[in-house]
């Protein structure tokens, strides 16, 4: 039976295995879960797992020479940057290649949370959010796009054929701007930081900058941007791509430029899955950055509002 969440416990990739030691891939969608059963019982934390996105889906987005040079280790060396004491390779039980069927499996819960929306109405994939991957290159810790992957899978089920992408992480989803760009089926809406990485912004359907000190627009900026990206575009189905990284709690050097509170936060991802759900169009949610030990809590009020407007749970059992 479909489920409004989507998990796998191998989401939990353990990095040292690979000879990695870099704080990038704490087990938010976890976290989620425990507080979930914490605070509402083990119905509350039932979750769906997916299968890992087939290679053939996988070509649809990316290229096979890029699909091969994922077979060498420097290439995952470049993808995630690593510094020289975050990589050792003779500590290492697994060749980093291997990393590709654990982001195969986040990029299939992406899948499995379209579909599954497009039956219940809303659906959340605890992880994954790869939107700097472009069509040749990885980037940004991001190895495949599971978005795009899941919008040309969706396309070409024909289940749905507009899709409309709301990328409110704290740096722009230029990989999904790029494959999409020109594409009149797919909107590619993204609100993030200004003056964050990348350093060279791409161009998507809709680019809203937030600059350092504008915490006190941002959520009217949000509002601005969805409600002009509706009055343009009808979507069949919405990726939300509910970034935890302008947290104020986020650790990343690099995410200094945001900094919202957690109230913020949840008042953005309110208005996210209302504005949907108020007109039926089947929204699906996955995690993107976050980085830290506390963004895990971004992501849970998050999950626990898509589970209250889908009528799992009722907001008043909350202590």
């Known amino acids: 039976m479909p489920q409004h969440l989507v998990f796998d416990p191998c989401y939990n990739t353990d990095l040292r295995e690979f000879g990695v030691d870099k704080p990038f891939a704490l087990d938010r969608g976890a976290l989620v879960l425990q507080e979930l059963e914490r605070r509402f019982g083990k119905e509350a934390a039932v979750y769906e797992k997916p299968e890992p996105v087939a290679v053939d889906d996988i070509l649809l987005v990316h290229s096979p020479a890029y699909i091969e040079?994922?077979?060498?280790?420097?290439?995952?060396v470049q993808i995630m940057e690593f510094k020289d004491e975050e990589y050792t390779p003779n500590k290492a039980t697994r060749a980093l290649p291997d990393l590709l069927d654990d982001i195969r499996l986040k990029c299939g819960g992406t899948l499995l949370a379209a579909h599954n929306a497009l039956e219940l109405g809303m659906c959340a994939n605890l992880g994954a959010g790869y939107h700097h991957a472009f069509p040749d290159q990885g980037r940004g810790y991001c190895v495949l796009n599971d978005l795009a992957i899941t919008v040309k899978n969706v396309q070409r089920s024909g289940k749905a054929?507009?899709?409309?992408?709301?990328d409110l992480d704290f740096h722009q989803g230029d990989g999904t701007a790029l494959i999409f760009k020109g594409d009149k089926d797919v909107f590619t809406l993204s609100v993030?930081?200004?003056?964050?990485?990348?350093?060279?912004?791409?161009?998507?359907?809709?680019?809203?900058?937030?600059?350092?000190?504008?915490?006190?627009?941002?959520?009217?900026?949000?509002?601005v941007a969805v409600k002009q990206a509706l009055r343009?575009?009808?979507?069949?189905?919405?990726?939300?791509?509910?970034?935890?990284?302008?947290?104020?709690?986020?650790?990343?050097?690099?995410?200094?430029?945001?900094?919202?509170?957690?109230?913020?936060?949840?008042?953005?991802?309110?208005?996210?899955?209302?504005?949907?759900a108020d007109r039926g169009i089947p929204l699906a949610s996955v995690f993107a950055g976050g980085y830290g030990p506390d963004v895990?809590?971004?992501?849970?009020?998050?999950?626990?509002?898509?589970?209250?407007?889908?009528?799992?749970?009722?907001?008043?059992?909350?202590?």
Do not use: M
């Open 296 to 319: 895990w809590e971004v992501h849970y009020q998050c999950t626990q509002y898509l589970l209250e407007r889908s009528g799992k749970l009722v907001a008043s059992q909350s202590p």
């Open 161 to 166: 054929t507009k899709i409309l992408i709301v």
């Open 232 to 276: 343009s575009f009808a979507p069949d189905l919405v990726l939300y791509v509910a970034g935890s990284d302008p947290y104020e709690k986020d650790v990343l050097p690099g995410t200094v430029f945001i900094k919202l509170s957690l109230a913020q936060l949840g008042r953005r991802d309110k208005f996210i899955i209302d504005t949907f």
């Open 192 to 223: 993030h930081s200004q003056d964050g990485w990348p350093d060279v912004k791409q161009e998507s359907s809709l680019d809203v900058p937030i600059y350092q000190n504008e915490e006190h627009v941002y959520l009217d900026k949000v509002d």
């Open 69 to 76: 040079s994922l077979k060498k280790p420097e290439t995952w």
